[in-house]
């Protein structure tokens, strides 16, 4: 069976300082790779997605970048956090892109001060 | 506006009662996603639709597209179903989700 983690799974940083978070799939193989946050008071929004290794789209511009190493790692980077940075970010896989169901780790909630 | 609205923002409901979701969209989409988030903050896919409709358990997603609209229903609620039930758009490439519903179903 398939899963997901995430970790850490709070994190509490300075503004300023750098930033990883780090996502793995288990038991499959190829799968599309999403990066999600959740503000505080507002809705879900989907910041990376990726097809394959070393591909990356972003859909909103920010500070953050995305990077996947291997096929069934994806990590959430910034060199400088800002205090609205500070929210609950989530990995998700599916097999096909979009028009599947997507499968949740359990999240990092991230506080900038 | 929001290109993703859902309806109403906030429900409570008695143990037993059948629950309705609304959520409404202005975009073209190739799939229409019902995600279910507990308290703690995880996520779980319900649904994924493109047409028609859907029933898992005591779930059932309906979706129309001439309309833009998706309804989840949610029949016999238990308390255990509290939680915030969000829907989500996806088409080319992007996804656009709702604010979300808060679901509290009181015993």
């Known amino acids: 069976s398939q899963t997901i983690h995430q970790w850490p799974a709070t994190l509490v940083q300075p503004v300023g300082s750098p930033l990883s978070l780090e996502c793995t799939v288990e038991?499959?193989?190829?799968?599309?790779l999403y990066w999600y946050r959740q503000a505080a008071g507002r809705g879900l929004q989907l910041l990376f997605y990726?097809?394959?290794?070393?591909?990356i789209s972003s859909e909103v511009p920010q500070n953050l970048s995305a990077s996947r190493p291997q096929d069934r790692q994806f990590i959430l980077s910034s060199k400088k956090l800002l205090l609205s940075d500070s929210g609950f970010y989530l990995c998700?896989?599916?097999?096909?892109?979009?028009?599947?169901?997507?499968?949740f780790g359990p999240g990092t909630r991230l506080t900038v001060l | 506006k929001n290109e993703v609205e859902q309806s109403p923002q906030n429900l409570t409901a008695q143990e037993g009662e059948f629950i309705t979701i609304n959520c409404s969209y202005s975009?073209?989409?190739?799939?229409l996603h019902w995600l279910q988030q507990h308290p703690g903050g995880g996520i779980v896919s319900l649904f994924m639709?493109?047409?028609g409709k859907k029933k898992h358990g005591r779930l059932i997603a309906t979706i129309n597209i001439q309309e833009k609209h998706s309804s989840l229903h949610i029949t016999a609620s238990h308390p255990r179903d509290s939680a915030v039930y969000i829907c989500?758009?996806?088409?080319?490439?992007?996804?656009?989700f709702g604010a979300g519903t808060r679901l509290t179903v009181k015993p």
């Open positions: 639709l493109s047409s």
């Open positions: 998700a896989w599916s097999r096909i892109l979009g028009t599947d169901t997507q499968y």
């Open positions: 038991g499959t193989s190829n799968p599309n």
């Open positions: 975009v073209g989409i190739s799939a």
């Open positions: 990726s097809v394959g290794i070393g591909q």
């Open positions: 989500a758009a996806y088409n080319n490439n992007d996804m656009r």
